[in-house]
T-cell receptor, first 114, second 114 residues
C-alpha cells in the first residue's frame, strides 16, 4: 500500500496563476483532509471531506476550492495564487469520522508563490 | 473553538538526556489528544493518542504522554533520547463531539546532539 500520495512534490507559481494539488489514498478511507503548514503555526485545516460527495470548510478556506472526485481522490485548487499561500500542503485521510481515529498524512507539497 | 499551545519552539539536548515537551489545550468539553512527529524529510506520523481510560499513554519508540485534565495538559516524555529522535513534534486536539476538527499546536523542533 502506498498510503496517501500527493502530487506534485514542489511547485513554483506566479501571483495570479492557478493550480491543482492532487491527493489519493489507497486505504479505502472515507474521510480526507487538506492542511497547510506554516512555520510556528502548526498545521491548519483548509477543507475536509467526511465522505464521498461531501466537503466542508476548515479553519482557513479562503482562496481555495476542493473536489472529492471519488472515494480515493481529493484535490485542492488555488484559483488565483497569492504570496500568502506559500506553504507546505498536506493531505490526510482516515477511515471514518470518529474523533479518536488516527489521520494518515501524505508527504506534502511545497508551494512557492512569487 | 479549541486551541493548542506548545511552550517550547526549539529544544536542543544530548543523547541519553530526558525529554519533556509541554502541550496545553483550551476547550470546555471532552477531547481526544494526539502527538504527531515529523522526522526530517518525512511526513507526519502518529506517536500516540489518548481518547479514554488510563491518562498515561504509551506510544511508539519509547514515548509516553500524560493527560492531566485539571491542567488541560498532555505533555510528551521520553526518558532517554537518541539522535534519531531529532524531529518536529506536534500536539493536536479534537473535541469528541467534532471529530473532523483536529487542531494542531505550533510544533516543537527537537535537535538531539550525538
Amino acid at each position: 500500500n502506498a498510503g496517501v500520495t500527493q502530487t506534485p512534490k514542489f511547485q513554483v507559481l506566479k501571483t495570479g496563476q492557478s493550480m491543482t494539488l492532487q491527493c489519493a489514498q489507497d486505504m479505502n478511507h472515507n474521510s480526507m483532509y487538506w492542511y497547510r503548514q506554516d512555520p510556528g503555526m502548526g498545521l491548519r485545516l483548509i477543507y475536509y471531506s467526511a465522505s464521498e460527495g461531501t466537503t466542508d470548510k476548515g479553519e482557513v478556506p479562503n482562496g481555495y476550492n476542493v473536489s472529492r472526485l471519488n472515494k480515493r481522490e481529493f484535490s485542492l485548487r488555488l484559483e488565483s495564487a497569492a504570496p500568502s499561500q506559500t506553504s507546505v500542503y498536506f493531505c490526510a485521510s482516515r477511515s471514518g469520522t470518529s474523533s479518536w481515529e488516527t489521520q494518515y498524512f501524505g508527504p506534502g507539497t511545497r508551494l512557492l508563490v512569487l | 473553538a479549541q486551541s493548542v499551545s506548545q511552550h517550547n519552539h526549539h529544544v536542543i539536548l544530548s543523547e541519553a538526556a530526558s525529554l519533556e515537551l509541554g502541550c496545553n489545550y483550551s476547550y470546555g468539553g471532552t477531547v481526544n489528544l494526539f502527538w504527531y512527529v515529523q522526522y526530517p524529510g518525512q511526513h507526519l506520523q502518529l506517536l500516540l493518542k489518548y481518547f479514554s481510560g488510563d491518562p498515561l499513554v504509551k506510544g511508539i519508540k519509547g514515548f509516553e504522554a500524560e493527560f492531566i485534565k485539571s491542567k488541560f495538559s498532555f505533555n510528551l516524555r521520553k526518558p532517554s533520547v537518541q539522535w534519531s529522535d531529532t524531529a518536529e513534534y506536534f500536539c493536536a486536539v479534537t473535541p469528541k463531539a467534532a471529530g473532523n476538527k483536529l487542531t494542531f499546536g505550533g510544533g516543537t523542533r527537537v535537535l538531539v546532539k550525538p
